[in-house]
């Protein structure tokens, strides 16, 4: 599949299958996804892999579709404001390169703001320097949803003189 075929197929995955996927592949991709762009190669972002007992006492809603991994993703401050919205870009650029190199294989991913704030910051033990980007749930699909409309992206588009 082409890229752009990629980009437009993958889907936020709400059901996925119990079956593991493999650690390597999970691997693999954290290292494609930190080819992300980022400012001055700051690097900001931080994985926090959620083992089952913890997953329970977040407590979501959907178990995460009951995925059989999950992982939070952490956006270090920086030492300006500017810098911090930076690293911010920079790691939802690498969890757009998670997502799809996980989709490229069959994987999906769901990515939920969980853990932002709150008692569920808390419970994963995030230090006070970094913001929580997001929750990944990543397995095998139950079911993929059809795409939901988006708005024509001329109509998005400003041409200045």
Request: charged content about 25%; proline content about 8%; hydrophobic content about 40%.
């Given at each position: 599949?082409?890229?752009?075929?990629l980009?437009?197929?993958r889907?936020?995955?709400k059901?996925?299958?119990v079956?593991?996927?493999?650690s390597?592949l999970?691997q693999?991709?954290?290292?494609?996804?930190a080819?992300?762009?980022?400012h001055r190669?700051?690097?900001?972002?931080e994985?926090?892999?959620?083992?089952?007992?913890?997953r329970k006492?977040?407590n979501?809603?959907?178990?995460f579709?009951?995925a059989?991994f999950?992982?939070?993703?952490?956006s270090?401050h920086?030492?300006?404001?500017?810098?911090?919205?930076?690293?911010?870009?920079?790691t939802?650029?690498?969890?757009?390169n998670f997502?799809?190199?996980?989709?490229?294989?069959g994987?999906?991913?769901?990515?939920?703001?969980i853990?932002?704030k709150?008692s569920n910051?808390q419970?994963?033990?995030?230090?006070?320097?970094?913001?929580?980007?997001?929750?990944?749930a990543?397995?095998y699909?139950?079911?993929i949803?059809?795409?939901?409309?988006?708005?024509?992206?001329?109509?998005?588009i400003?041409?200045?003189?």
């Open positions: 599949m082409n890229i752009l075929d980009i437009k197929s889907r936020n995955i059901k996925f299958k079956d593991a996927v493999d390597n999970i693999q991709w954290l290292e494609a996804a080819m992300a762009p980022n190669l700051t690097e900001p972002w994985i926090c892999v959620i083992g089952p007992e913890t006492k977040l979501h809603k959907t178990n579709g009951n059989p999950v992982m939070a993703v952490l270090r920086g030492a300006t404001k500017v810098e911090t919205e930076e690293n911010a870009a920079a939802a650029c690498f969890i757009q997502n799809l190199a996980a989709w490229s294989e994987v999906g991913t769901f990515w939920s703001s853990a932002i709150g910051r419970l994963l033990e995030i230090p006070e320097n970094y913001d929580v980007l997001g929750v990944l990543v397995g699909p139950e079911e949803p059809e795409p939901k409309p988006r708005t024509s992206i001329k109509e998005k400003k041409y200045l003189p």
